[in-house]
């Protein structure tokens, strides 16, 4: 399998407080890149960016959605949910800044490093929230 | 530093992956929460974690890291075994606790750092 020009698009149900299950999406699309033969590097900084969006949509919102779409150009995935949605977004990518309870940490997350970290791993983050509506975060890495 | 020294070092028990016993691992990092690993930007490293769960190996296969270490005697599920075993990924198991297995590793010589450390 190789990517010869073509577009391939992937979609995952993220399901809600499923703590076990999470990851799974990052993870299969992990493998599906590295099927690709897309680059080692931009395999792990696009997978990682796209795990942390996904762990938030588990334990921030009631789960949600992922749509993939990879490119010659580029790698892309869209993560939305209809959760809480995050009232002031700089304040969230700040390092360190977790409202994650203390249930949350002694699952290993709610070092508020999550936003952070799919900032210095993705070469473009956008991320679009309403409180009570619902959080979309786009995370895309460039292939050439 | 081989993951066959390792072992040694931390006196620890190899539950899955002898495959990667030859690895020559080149830094540590030591954390209880996954985001602060993900920060940690380095190849061939060895994660030591006292956090017991799935999402430890998921973390792992993320970051490519391939050696984890379960610290101060902590028994990983089933389930957590064959994810790692599925994943290619080796897990240890030292009764050291954290603090201690990090400063043996490092006074045998793993001392590389992650790049923003
Ligand atoms: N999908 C989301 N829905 C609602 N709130 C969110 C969502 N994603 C992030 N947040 C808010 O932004 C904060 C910071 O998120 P970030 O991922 O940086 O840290 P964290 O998830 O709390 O901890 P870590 O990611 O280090 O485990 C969260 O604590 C939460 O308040
Ligand atoms: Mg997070």
Redesign the interface.
């Known amino acids: 399998m190789g990517l010869s020009g073509q577009k391939v698009t992937l979609r995952y149900t993220i399901a809600a407080e499923d703590?076990?299950s999470?990851?799974e999406a990052?993870?299969h699309v992990?493998k599906t890149l590295n099927k690709l033969g897309i680059r080692?590097e931009l395999i792990?900084r696009f997978?990682?960016a796209m795990?942390?969006a996904e762990?938030n949509t588990v334990i921030h919102a009631s789960g949600g959605e992922a749509y993939v779409e990879i490119t010659p150009e580029k790698l892309m995935v869209k993560i939305s949910d209809n959760g809480p949605g995050i009232p002031d977004i700089e304040k969230a990518m700040m390092e360190g800044w977790s409202t994650a309870p203390e249930h949350i940490?002694e699952?290993?997350?709610?070092?508020?490093?999550?936003l952070?970290?799919m900032k210095?791993y993705a070469d473009d983050l956008a991320v679009e929230s309403e409180v009570g509506v619902g959080t979309v975060v786009t995370i895309t890495v460039y292939l050439s | 530093m081989l993951v066959r020294d390792i072992v040694k070092t931390l006196d620890a028990e190899i539950l899955t992956g002898e495959e990667n016993l030859e690895l020559d691992i080149q830094a540590g990092c030591g954390a209880?929460?996954?985001?602060?690993v993900?920060?940690f930007v380095k190849d061939n490293v060895i994660l030591l974690?006292g956090?017991i769960?799935?999402?430890?190996v998921?973390?792992a296969?993320?970051?490519?890291i391939k050696v984890v270490c379960f610290v101060r005697g902590k028994q990983p599920t089933e389930?957590i075994i064959e994810l790692a075993k599925s994943k290619g990924i080796t897990i240890l198991s030292t009764k050291n606790p954290m603090f201690i297995a990090c400063g043996l590793l490092y006074k045998a010589g793993l001392t590389g750092r992650g790049v923003w450390d």
Request: no cysteine; glycine share 10%.
């Open positions: 703590f076990i999470a990851g990052s993870s992990k080692h792990k997978t990682i795990y942390e762990i940490r699952m290993g997350f709610g070092a508020g490093m999550g952070p970290n210095r | 209880d929460l996954m985001s602060d993900m920060a974690t956090l769960n799935v999402q430890v998921r973390t296969e993320m970051m490519d389930q």
